[in-house]
């Protein structure tokens, strides 16, 4: 099954964006939802309670009209029987009342009505009767009383019945409230981790490739071009691992072609420095004739320049053969006392020279290691050169050699080159252990062509060890070269 493609920065951002989008759409509904319910509910209280309460109020009010004009009534009555206007008030009030009647009965409960009909029927009797008897009347009076209190306890009763129906109601209104916050908090809650996550996921498919990317372009940039491993994530990211895996293999085929350029350089310069070297060697030794003792300090510079160029020449010879992958020449049951001393013999002439000392602490005995003895007392050599070079007069330089055990329960052969220097710039530390770069550590000593550091880590690594540096400071600079204890037998093995 071919898989599947990633996508792009941009569409997963616009993905992202749409999620998000979609969540407070979410919000909005279920807050726009729930002020709808809430505003149904208050529409309903307004249409279908307040507005039969309008309608039993002027109800109420014909009804109360009627009432006033029959006590109205009673009293002019009183004071004047033969007076006729009480009438007219009782038949305007009664015919107001029944206009009333008309348009809001069917709005009004059954109640309030059977109250109501029975002003109309009071104002028709007090009608009906010529003059004003039946407002005289003992009993009349009595029944407008019983209809008052009929009246007022109907209206009240209803009063009640209408705020318990709306406190039903704004209890409903109210649940819908916190229903809708419920769901809002809820969704907001939501779409708050569903942001984090989406910006969390995005960041880390993001930056964890960028920064491993970033990782493997320092390493490039430090010389080892292995191939670059995969990442995951936006297809922007897929096409900068491709371009920054051409850029490897652009930088590996340079680099193979400098090593093959230094390679045929050396190859071609050893011949005539060997000429060269012998031929010093015949004239000192007066082959040629005598030598005068002018003629032997210049025979005995040119030669030591001559050994000098010798020893760059067959470190470029050693540093191409050792990046090729090509096998060392690895002798069995090798003393690693006698390969430091030979080195420290081949350095004690320029140590003398300075004032500087230098000394072997060795820690117990050391094991016999299988080793390329040459290449590992250059590499011995090359360390104690430098620190020679970087002490200051009259100090020493101090190579203990000892015996440690990993947390692998393998031995290793450990030697510390210890100078008495200014220390390692900070800023070249990072970079100490990198071909050709020569910088001067120590006043009026020019730096050499940065060859030295980076052979001796050649040297170690083709012998499955290291070279690292231990510490440096003003008090002086410690390297350590590590040489596994390795035999025949257990290479065989491996």
């Given at each position: 099954m071919r898989a599947s493609r990633p996508l792009r920065l941009s569409t997963r951002l616009a993905i992202d964006n749409a999620v998000l989008g979609g969540l407070l759409f979410v919000l909005f509904a279920v807050m726009l939802l729930g002020l709808l319910r809430m505003h149904g509910m208050i529409s309903d209280i307004r249409d279908s309670r307040l507005s039969t309460v309008d309608a039993e109020e002027a109800l109420h009010r014909a009804a109360w009209g009627i009432e006033v004009?029959?006590?109205?009534?009673?009293?002019?009555?009183?004071?004047?029987?033969?007076?006729?206007?009480?009438?007219?008030?009782?038949?305007?009030?009664?015919?107001?009342?029944?206009?009333?009647?008309?348009?809001t009965a069917s709005q009004t409960p059954e109640s309030l009505r059977s109250v109501v009909e029975?002003?109309?029927?009071?104002?028709?009797?007090?009608?009906?009767?010529?003059?004003?008897?039946?407002?005289?009347?003992?009993?009349?009076?009595?029944?407008?009383?019983?209809?008052?209190?009929?009246?007022?306890?109907?209206?009240?009763?209803?009063?009640?019945?209408?705020?318990?129906?709306?406190?039903?109601?704004?209890?409903?209104?109210?649940?819908?409230?916190t229903v809708t916050a419920a769901l809002g908090i809820a969704v907001a809650f939501l779409a708050l981790v569903a942001a984090a996550f989406i910006a969390r996921t995005t960041a880390r498919s993001v930056a964890a490739p960028i920064a491993m990317l970033a990782k493997e372009a320092m390493r490039l940039g430090e010389g080892d071009f292995s191939p670059l491993p995969r990442v995951s994530g936006p297809t922007e990211i897929e096409e900068l691992r491709r371009d920054l895996d051409r850029l490897r293999e652009r930088l590996m085929e340079i680099d193979q072609l400098k090593q093959s350029f230094l390679a045929n350089v050396s190859h071609e310069l050893r011949s005539p420095l060997g000429r060269l070297r012998e031929a010093l060697s015949l004239v000192a030794d007066g082959t040629c004739g005598p030598v005068t003792p002018t003629q032997t300090r210049v025979l005995s510079l040119a030669s030591r320049a001559c050994e000098r160029e010798v020893r760059i020449v067959d470190a470029l010879l050693d540093m191409s053969r050792l990046r090729a992958g090509l096998p060392t020449k690895r002798e069995t049951a090798c003393d690693v006392d006698r390969v430091i001393a030979s080195a420290l013999s081949d350095e004690a002439l320029d140590a003398q020279e300075r004032g500087i000392k230098v000394e072997l602490v060795a820690d117990g005995t050391a094991p016999l290691l299988d080793i390329d003895s040459a290449l590992v007392e250059r590499a011995i050599a090359n360390l104690v050169r430098n620190a020679v070079s970087v002490s200051r007069p009259s100090t020493r330089v101090d190579v203990v050699r000892r015996v440690t055990g990993t947390e692998d329960g393998e031995r290793v052969v450990v030697i510390d080159v210890i100078d008495r220097g200014p220390g390692m710039p900070e800023a070249i530390r990072m970079q100490a252990f990198r071909p050709f770069l020569a910088v001067s550590v120590s006043a009026g000593r020019p730096g050499g062509i940065g060859l030295g550091l980076a052979f001796a880590r050649e040297v170690a690594r083709a012998h499955g060890g290291e070279l690292r540096l231990v510490s440096s400071s003003e008090e002086g600079t410690t390297m350590r070269l590590e040489l596994p204890v390795t035999t025949t037998r257990a290479r065989s093995a491996a």
């Amino acid at each position: 099954m071919r898989a599947s493609r990633p996508l792009r920065l941009s569409t997963r951002l616009a993905i992202d964006n749409a999620v998000l989008g979609g969540l407070l759409f979410v919000l909005f509904a279920v807050m726009l939802l729930g002020l709808l319910r809430m505003h149904g509910m208050i529409s309903d209280i307004r249409d279908s309670r307040l507005s039969t309460v309008d309608a039993e109020e002027a109800l109420h009010r014909a009804a109360w009209g009627i009432e006033v004009a029959l006590r109205h009534g009673e009293g002019a009555c009183a004071d004047d029987p033969a007076n006729a206007s009480p009438m007219e008030k009782i038949g305007a009030a009664r015919e107001n009342f029944a206009t009333v009647f008309a348009s809001t009965a069917s709005q009004t409960p059954e109640s309030l009505r059977s109250v109501v009909e029975r002003y109309r029927a009071l104002a028709d009797r007090a009608l009906a009767d010529p003059g004003c008897a039946f407002l005289l009347a003992p009993g009349t009076e009595a029944q407008r009383l019983a209809l008052d209190e009929e009246l007022t306890n109907a209206w009240i009763d209803r009063l009640q019945e209408l705020h318990s129906d709306i406190d039903a109601r704004e209890d409903d209104a109210r649940r819908a409230g916190t229903v809708t916050a419920a769901l809002g908090i809820a969704v907001a809650f939501l779409a708050l981790v569903a942001a984090a996550f989406i910006a969390r996921t995005t960041a880390r498919s993001v930056a964890a490739p960028i920064a491993m990317l970033a990782k493997e372009a320092m390493r490039l940039g430090e010389g080892d071009f292995s191939p670059l491993p995969r990442v995951s994530g936006p297809t922007e990211i897929e096409e900068l691992r491709r371009d920054l895996d051409r850029l490897r293999e652009r930088l590996m085929e340079i680099d193979q072609l400098k090593q093959s350029f230094l390679a045929n350089v050396s190859h071609e310069l050893r011949s005539p420095l060997g000429r060269l070297r012998e031929a010093l060697s015949l004239v000192a030794d007066g082959t040629c004739g005598p030598v005068t003792p002018t003629q032997t300090r210049v025979l005995s510079l040119a030669s030591r320049a001559c050994e000098r160029e010798v020893r760059i020449v067959d470190a470029l010879l050693d540093m191409s053969r050792l990046r090729a992958g090509l096998p060392t020449k690895r002798e069995t049951a090798c003393d690693v006392d006698r390969v430091i001393a030979s080195a420290l013999s081949d350095e004690a002439l320029d140590a003398q020279e300075r004032g500087i000392k230098v000394e072997l602490v060795a820690d117990g005995t050391a094991p016999l290691l299988d080793i390329d003895s040459a290449l590992v007392e250059r590499a011995i050599a090359n360390l104690v050169r430098n620190a020679v070079s970087v002490s200051r007069p009259s100090t020493r330089v101090d190579v203990v050699r000892r015996v440690t055990g990993t947390e692998d329960g393998e031995r290793v052969v450990v030697i510390d080159v210890i100078d008495r220097g200014p220390g390692m710039p900070e800023a070249i530390r990072m970079q100490a252990f990198r071909p050709f770069l020569a910088v001067s550590v120590s006043a009026g000593r020019p730096g050499g062509i940065g060859l030295g550091l980076a052979f001796a880590r050649e040297v170690a690594r083709a012998h499955g060890g290291e070279l690292r540096l231990v510490s440096s400071s003003e008090e002086g600079t410690t390297m350590r070269l590590e040489l596994p204890v390795t035999t025949t037998r257990a290479r065989s093995a491996a």
